[in-house]
């Protein structure tokens, strides 16, 4: 198991700072600010034994320190990595700022943590030598927070809960005999728990299209695991938004709701079903028109209001959801693709089109798409009017997709725009959609060879204990951040890539 991986600091010393007004942790959590200057957080790693190879070529510290802010800026070319320094975002942050390292007693720093626009469980590592993680254990380490203004909360020691390992400070230390069951292992635990919503909704139908793989018996404990963790026992939601705000027993965008999927495939009449749907009416599916927030139609309603809707219609005998279903669909063609590009939003007010061709807006248009017919094609409705539709779009939109690949196979950022280098989150969304639709017959099987060599090629941005490396992260910073390479480790890109693993090895 990964956990082996993990040796979790123990955090002597953090300031006492109160949460930010209107901002509350996790139920069930507890978390730290990480100061600045003399309120910074001091860690130790006493009483942990190592068992590492140290070269005396190896340099503790980059001769210049210029380089600072860079993760990893500390490792030299050719320098084996031998520990990976992680802290896990508690509060949800809308800022960039760095954390520097420095080992306590001899005031040495060993590089920097590059924390932008994170959000709640989301692990951030600084990766370090032999040398450095010798050091690391030996004195012990105080964190900084330099730049930016909103105050930074991590996640404390969480008890010594094992099932939580991942999501404390910790050093994440060896290499496993393979990347790909550490992710599978990964999976199957606590330590994919992402936000309630669009993210944990990824983690979700990953772990659920992995049961004809490894059985109900090992899927569905964990996904029993991490629904307790956002419902009480009597169904009721509990949860915070994506901006850390209390959201209780509500649902607060339509990208909130891409659990319900899930929730209804395992238990139909769950209390949180009614409450979904009334929210779908509220947002326009009562006139017939599109579930939007506010003005604004988004890729994302084809995978978070489109594909539940489809797995409501079929479980629950509503033909009038599984027609809103497909008109979901058709309606977000018809406003956001637009020649060989899929953009995120369009406005109505403004018709104004923003994020054109972004990697996940591509995967979210696609998974919605395809999850929706093979949903549906499964139920009494396979001959709706509108279902031919959805075939032809899956068909020409594959075609699309596959022109942009890089010669990796893989999917720039934008896929227009080489220069914005690869995201695995989007590849492998996009990817678990072409797998899924060949599997069907909804598309060649040389689709499904696409998938697999994607599927490979993405094995490389695995960590030792299993997160998908490489995501783009999710966009409250705006264009400038997506444009401009930085790349964060994600449970939720592993979702994505757990849809790909489970469509290319059932096939």
Known sequence: MSARMYRPAQVIRASAAALPEGKRVAQGWS?????????????????????????????????????????AASIRPGSAVSSRLRLSVALDYRDARQVDVYLLHSGTWIGALDIRYAYVFQPFELVLT????????????????????????????????????????????????SRVESALATLLSLHSLQPFGWMEGCVLDGLHCLR??????????????????????????????????????????????????????????HPVIPRA????????????????????????????????????????????????????????????????????????????????????????????LVKTCVELRDSPYSRLPGMAELETEIVRVAQIAVEWRQPDGLWA???????????????AGISAA???????????????????????????????DGILAGVAQHNAGGMELQRGGYRVLSQMGLGLWAQLYAYTQGA
């Open 434 to 464: 072409l797998a899924l639709a060949a599997g069907r017959g909804l598309l060649p099987a040389a689709y499904m060879d696409i998938a697999r060599h994607n599927l490979a090629a993405l094995a490389a941005y695995l960590t030792p």
């Open 277 to 368: 749907i009334a929210f779908f009416e509220s947002k326009g599916l009562g006139h017939g028109g599109v579930v939007m927030d506010d003005d604004m139609v988004s890729a994302e309603g084809c995978y978070t209001v489109a594909y539940p809707l489809a797995v409501l219609a079929a479980r629950l005998g509503r033909r009038d959801m599984a027609e809103q279903a497909i008109a979901q669909v058709l309606l977000r063609r018809d406003c956001l693709a637009r020649g060989p590009h899929v953009y995120l939003r369009y406005m109505l007010r403004s018709q104004e089109h923003t994020f054109r061709s972004w990697a996940r807006a591509f995967a979210w248009y696609c998974l919605g």
């Open 413 to 427: 950022c934008f896929l227009d725009d080489a220069a914005t280098g690869i995201d695995t989150s989007g590849s």
């Open 130 to 177: 032999a040398k450095q993680t010798a050091a690391v254990v030996r004195e012990g380490v105080r964190l900084e927070v330099r730049g930016g203004l909103q105050p930074l909360w991590v996640f404390d020691g969480l008890g010594g809960d094992e099932q939580r390992l991942l999501f404390t400070p910790h050093l994440a230390i060896g290499e496993p005999d």
């Open 31 to 71: 978390a730290v600010y990480v100061g600045e200057g003399p309120d910074g957080m001091e860690l130790s790693w006493e009483g942990v034994k190592l068992d590492l190879e140290t070269p005396d070529s190896e340099l503790l510290q980059q001769d210049s320190l210029e380089s600072r802010g860079r993760q």
């Open 212 to 269: 004809p793989l490894l059985g109900a018996e090992r899927v569905d404990p964990v996904l029993e695991l991490h629904l307790r963790q956002y419902f009480d026992d009597r169904g009721q939601l509990l949860y915070e938004d994506l901006h850390g705000r209390q959201a209780d027993g509500r649902f607060t965008t339509i990208e909130a709701t891409l659990p319900v999927a899930i929730i209804a495939q395992l238990q139909a009449d």
